[in-house]
């Protein structure tokens, strides 16, 4: 099994900025792709950003420019930076990764959820 841990979430104005920190641990053979994935009230859960295991990103359209996703393979940990943000982008921001585990079955993870509020 793995677990994802979020964190870095908080309330922050309108042009702020903050960065999420998504830590893995467990039984970690190999992680693959990981996401950060955002829910807002009323809303369906939608893809922000990915990051390969070699390190390339993709990003919704809507934040492009302005978040960056990295990733430390050494740390099992993805950082997203938010910059510029908007209260549009206030939601719940999920980490997600596909990995194997030491038992050499695959899955994807998710982490609990961190709270990303921005005020106007």
């Known amino acids: 099994q793995v677990q994802l841990v979020e964190s870095g979430g908080g309330l922050v104005q309108a042009g702020g900025s903050l960065r999420l920190s998504c830590a893995a641990s467990?039984?970690?053979?190999?992680?693959?792709?990981m996401g950060w994935y955002r829910q807002a009230p009323g809303k369906q859960r939608e893809l922000v950003a990915t990051?390969?295991?070699?390190?390339?990103?993709n990003y919704a359209d809507s934040v492009k420019g302005r978040f960056t996703m990295s990733r430390d393979n050494a740390k099992n940990t993805v950082y997203l930076q938010m910059n510029d943000l908007k209260p549009e982008d206030t939601a719940v921001y999920y980490c997600?990764?596909?990995?194997?585990?030491?038992?050499?079955?695959?899955?994807?993870?998710w982490g609990q959820g961190t709270q990303v509020t921005v005020s106007s």
């Open positions: 990051i390969t295991s070699s390190g390339l990103t």
């Open positions: 997600k990764t596909t990995a194997r585990s030491y038992d050499y079955t695959t899955n994807d993870y």
């Open positions: 467990g039984s970690i053979y190999m992680l693959y792709v």
